[in-house]
């Protein structure tokens, strides 16, 4: 037997699980109504929960997609090749990491392309295979769309790509050294969001991100099939704190040398209007002193 004594009631817990629990809700509301403890009314609150940057939001785990055994084994055989992990006090290295036996000094300005959601990698695979020279960063979150890629670039040889399993905004902020990286950046496809603008790849967070890490003259090349996704994105990159520093040029050349994807095709199959963007990063130049 359990004994609990509240202000004014005192109980015996019964060997029955479910009368003692019973029993002990009903001794703990009357100790808290004899108490006159308050009981707080969050229906009014105005407080705004606050999530550690360093915590994963729940979803994640939720919309991670189911992974088979033969992906699970490309993970474990070809991520040691071909992916690429970081801390929050040890950022990635990329010119050691595509050139492990190359001098620093020789391959730090090697021409660097980031795609953001490269999913199974249909794009970077392509970009890699038609620009050898050119090395390409792939970060996805879903590690079903990664094991296919890294079988993908092995079946092909390919030496010019890497990947990172994380989260965009995580991997701008913390996961790469605090100097221009990038000369071109590729968003296609990105989720809509209709119910939570904020969660959306093209966000301000995202793109102060993009600016802190793209060479001068880098292009931003994002495509869309989302009505509406356009107009949010020129929305954006034209408003206060990026205007200065992005320019939009044409997207003619970019979008016919941009490779279908399996995205696209889906959206061109429902009907929809396929929109490329392309923004130039051409910031101020520094003040002369």
């Not at 189911?66 to 699970?72: A, L």
């Not at 010119?95 to 980031?114: E, I």
């Amino acid at each position: 037997y359990l004994v609990i004594v509240g202000k004014d009631a005192k109980i015996k817990m019964s060997r029955r699980p479910i009368i003692g629990l019973l029993a002990l809700l009903a001794s703990v509301f009357a100790t808290t109504a004899a108490m006159n403890v308050p009981i707080r009314d969050t229906s009014t609150s105005t407080t705004t929960r606050v999530r550690s940057r360093n915590t994963k939001p729940a979803w994640y785990k939720a919309r991670q997609r189911p992974i088979t055994p033969g992906q699970k084994a490309a993970l474990r055989t070809l991520w040691p090749q071909y992916g690429l992990t970081f801390s929050y006090h040890s950022p990635l290295d990329l010119p050691s990491a595509f050139h492990p036996r190359t001098p620093k000094t020789t391959t730090a300005t090697t021409p660097t392309t980031l795609e953001i959601g490269c999913g199974a990698g249909e794009a970077l695979l392509e970009y890699a295979a038609s620009n050898p020279s050119r090395n390409f960063l792939g970060v996805d979150w879903y590690r079903s769309g990664l094991a296919t890629c890294c079988t993908a670039l092995n079946v092909r040889g390919l030496t010019n790509a890497r990947l990172v399993r994380a989260d965009a905004h995580l991997l701008l902020d913390r996961g790469l050294p605090p100097a221009p990286t990038f000369d071109e950046v590729l968003i296609f496809f990105p989720d809509p969001w209709y119910r939570a603008e904020e969660r959306r790849m093209v966000r301000a967070e995202i793109i102060e991100g993009i600016g802190k890490r793209m060479r001068r003259g880098g292009v931003l090349h994002v495509a869309t099939d989302v009505v509406g996704y356009p107009d949010h994105v020129r929305e954006l990159l034209e408003s206060d704190g990026f205007k200065e520093t992005w320019r939009e040029v044409d997207a003619a050349e970019r979008r016919a040398r941009r490779p279908s994807t399996k995205y696209e095709r889906d959206g061109i199959a429902a009907g929809r209007t396929v929109v490329d963007l392309c923004y130039v990063f051409d910031p101020p130049e520094p003040e002369q002193n």
